[in-house]
Nanobody
Framework: QVQLVESGGGLVQPGGSLRLSCEGF???????MGWYRQAPGKQRGLVAQ???????NYADSVKGRFTISRDNTKNTVYLQMNSLKPEDTAVYYC??????????WGKGTLVTVSS
């Protein structure tokens, strides 16, 4: 059974930084790990993702501010978020996709950007 566990969310002031972590547990061969977010009243959307080959993909709204990284030895992916804005407020979900095209999701961690 695969489990993704997020940590690192919280309350931060505009302009501040947070780092999210997501560790994967279980037997799986992950090809891509990443982060999605869902704000109140909006659909869940991609924030950033990173493949085992090192290919990255970012939402336009976070380019230059967020950085995704990965520790393959620990099945862990990180999201460093800088220059946070109120519109970044959302529940952030960790996502993992394996070579069999199975998708796995964490339970989510809330990020609130407010003064």
């Amino acid at each position: 059974q695969v489990q993704l566990v997020e940590s690192g969310g919280g309350l931060v002031q505009p302009g501040g930084s947070l780092r999210l972590s997501c560790e994967g547990f279980g037997s799986f061969r992950i090809y891509v790990m990443g982060w999605y977010r869902q704000a109140p009243g909006k659909q869940r959307g991609l924030v950033a993702q990173l493949t085992t080959e090192g290919l990255t993909n970012y939402a336009d709204s976070v380019k230059g501010r967020f950085t995704i990284s990965r520790d393959n030895t620990k099945n862990t992916v990180y999201l460093q978020m800088n220059s946070l804005k109120p519109e970044d407020t959302a529940v952030y979900y960790c996502h993992g996709g394996d070579y069999n095209r199975m998708n796995y999701w964490g339970k989510g961690t809330l990020v609130t950007v407010s003064s």
